[in-house]
């Protein structure tokens, strides 16, 4: 499926979305691998099988085998670390000063550069609901000098994803 298709399943009352998802594929904020790689990192994020295929089908050819591989170790990482992370900052007590004790080298090396890795995972933890984490990696995206108005697009596309998957889980739901 091509990210036309996926627009084209969008029905009449998600015309933003549909409207968004073909402007956002083009946003110019972002250097051509940020843009593919956040998208893909967010429909992963989604969950929604027909989103990723469509997405990794327009956005993973324009992605380097280790970028592609970095879009999704953003999304399996930060799927681990949003839960984690949002437990500690919401449950009041000691947790937040307690070791993860979870293993997170993917962070360190993730095979592209530091503040692409990081905008992704910036943009799944919009997704996820992770404030903490959204705190933290956009304070190590500015610090890389990546611009406020790359990351609101970065987030945007989350945003967007985030909508069309719900959407077509909806959409599906009524009519099974």
Same mark, same amino acid.
């Given at each position: 499926?091509?990210?036309?298709?996926?627009?084209?399943?969008?029905?009449?009352?998600?015309?933003?979305?549909? %409207?968004?998802?073909?402007? %956002?594929?083009?946003?110019?904020? %972002?250097?051509?691998?940020?843009?593919?790689?956040?998208?893909?990192?967010?429909? /992963?994020?989604?969950?929604?099988?027909?989103?990723?295929?469509?997405?990794? $089908?327009?956005?993973?050819?324009?992605?380097?085998?280790?970028? /592609?591989?970095?879009?999704?170790? $953003?999304?399996?990482?930060?799927?681990?670390?949003?839960?984690?992370?949002?437990?500690? *900052?919401?449950?009041?007590?000691?947790?937040?000063?307690?070791?993860?004790?979870?293993?997170?080298?993917?962070?360190?090396?993730?095979?592209?550069?530091?503040?692409?890795?990081?905008?992704?995972? /910036?943009?799944?933890?919009?997704?996820?609901?992770?404030?903490?984490?959204?705190?933290? *990696?956009?304070?190590?995206?500015?610090? *890389?000098?990546?611009?406020?108005?790359?990351?609101? $697009?970065?987030?945007?596309?989350?945003?967007?994803?985030?909508?069309?998957?719900?959407?077509?889980?909806?959409?599906?739901?009524?009519?099974?």
């Amino acid at each position: 499926m091509s990210l036309e298709a996926l627009r084209n399943r969008l029905p009449d009352y998600a015309k933003d979305q549909k %409207l968004n998802l073909g402007s %956002l594929a083009t946003e110019p904020t %972002l250097t051509e691998q940020q843009r593919a790689g956040t998208f893909i990192a967010s429909a /992963l994020a989604s969950r929604n099988t027909e989103v990723i295929r469509a997405i990794v $089908a327009e956005f993973g050819p324009k992605l380097s085998p280790d970028a /592609l591989t970095a879009a999704k170790a $953003a999304a399996s990482i930060m799927g681990m670390n949003n839960v984690y992370y949002r437990f500690t *900052h919401l449950v009041p007590g000691t947790y937040g000063t307690m070791p993860a004790k979870l293993r997170m080298n993917i962070m360190a090396k993730p095979g592209v550069e530091k503040a692409d890795f990081e905008l992704w995972s /910036l943009a799944v933890s919009a997704i996820n609901g992770c404030g903490m984490c959204m705190e933290s *990696h956009e304070k190590v995206v500015v610090g *890389h000098g990546v611009s406020k108005d790359a990351v609101q $697009a970065a987030v945007r596309i989350a945003s967007v994803v985030h909508a069309v998957a719900a959407t077509l889980d909806g959409e599906d739901a009524m009519a099974a």
